[in-house]
């Protein structure tokens, strides 16, 4: 049987380019990339509408292969830049592509202005739980104790929960799927991009081939077990949850969003 | 026609160039110009952005600058060293935007309050790899209010960023500045359409390329613009010179009256006048060699224009250095003895 290329996928992707794509066999970032283009595709957006920005690392390479505008940031850059995008031309949907060291570790900061902000942008975190481009080097999500070549006795440091992190920084929008999930994480990247104001998609993944290989098939049903909806969540206990990724839609509230407060006040000060 | 601040006059600029997006964060030798564009800039259709820091600016203007808007930040003493990866960043997508830069005491924190001329070569060279700039100097609100339209004109008219540094005490100091005579101003490209900018040389295909060609052809593209750059260089009585003090921005104005004095004496002095720092003015220097036997450079760091220039010219010129390093502004006197010692 022939593999019939799938027409919404073909509609977003770039034509000619050089496929296989960059990422290395049995890589989880396609499935993000798909799970992106079937969410633009159910939001019914046209391409001009798009505009994509990633930073550093494997997933920074997204943007090249979808048919929009888009910038790979330096490093830390990518939500600034994308910041500025939307504070020009804020009818544009503005999709953030970042590793986990991009969000947390380089970007940090910025990460933490756009939830104070509340600019309406959509920033889908891969969390790999390592910086896997340059050899799988502890990120802030990497667990503790886990053997890499930059702590080769063990990560002395816990990991941070990204959804608190933001929900105490004023963050109105979090999510979080599993990429074993992709129909799912598909579902929460439209819903995000919906949302008026910021809003972040964890896509928690397993980097198959740094630091340690593993079996890409094996890491993909491990991330299927771990997972528990966050229905489910509610009722269990801490014990319980212990090593389990809670997922769904963490919390979503309403807050004004920052170019409209400035089409606001500029209304008011041009009368 | 008023009586005006640089930081008024830098404002009144960027607003009559049409600066859609000013990104900035509190820094206190910026903060007349910020508060300035803040009330006035919405008032325009324009956004101000208070950014969490320097860098942070630099990243949105990057972002407005992409999708066609005229964008420009200020920032000052260290606040220079953090936006640099941008700046490369800016100039090898080709990507207009104005960078102002007020330069205090440093190095570091230094003294935000006093002036020192010390990130001439840091506007050329500041950032990894080499790449492309045009740096900008005034030495009077009166100038600072026109450079602030050409450096728009310019990034536009070549692509490039633009760096606009300006002396701490030009920014503080007021002088009467005439709104009338602005340039003619150069309109925003619309954006190519659906462009691919990234930090890595990027092919034919959108993906970063390995290809020797391809790089080459990146780096160099606008390499032929380089050398027919407009630069502005100001003459001051050097028809008959057989002497030249060479100098830029505040400390220009200290070797006029120099050069004032020592007319008086009937010594034949001339000054060049350093506006467009980089790229570097060769031809106009290459063209006084011919006449002249003794340079005087005048600026407040550790003469680093005068170690870029003593390469260029030939040993039959005496070519010497006046500096000062206190933060204070060199005083004609002291240029006048650099001359004559």
Redesign the interface.
Known sequence: MELQPNPVIQRYL?Q???LPA?FCPGCEVGIVMGALIRALNACNLQ?DEI?L?SGVGCSG?I??YI????????QG?A???????????PH?KVVVLLGDGDALSFGG??L??ACIRNIGLTAIILNGASMSISGGQPSPTTPYGKVTSFAPYGNPNHPVNIGKLLESAGGTFFGRQTVYYAQELAQLIETAIKHNGFSVVEAAMICHVRPQKSDPVKALEHLRDIAVPVEKASKLNREKLAGKIVTGIIYRSARPELTEE?EK??KK??G | MRFISGHEAIAQGALDAGVNLFAASPEIPIIGLSDRMAEELPKRGGKFVQMEDAPACLGAAVGASAVGQKAMIATSGPGFAHVQELIGYASINHLPLVVLQVMTMGPSTGLPNLSMQGDIMQARWGCNGDYQIIALIPSSPKEAYELAIIAFNVSEKYRLPVIVLVDQITMEMREIVDFRDNPKLTHRLPPRHHFVLSGSPIGSDGMPTHDPKEIKDLNYQGINNWDSIDRIICQYEMDDANAAIISYGVTARAAKTAVKILRQRKQKVGLLKVTTLWPWPRDEILKIEKKIHKIVVAETNWGQMFKGLRGMCPTSIDIRSVIRLDGRLLTPKEIIDGITA
């Open positions: 770039r000619g380019k050089k960059f391409k505009f920005v390479r943007p090249m048919d929009t505008c888009s910038i790979q940031a330096p850059m939500l600034t830049i994308a910041a500025g995008v939307k504070l020009a031309k544009l900061n910025a933490l202005h400035y006040a500029s000060i041009r």
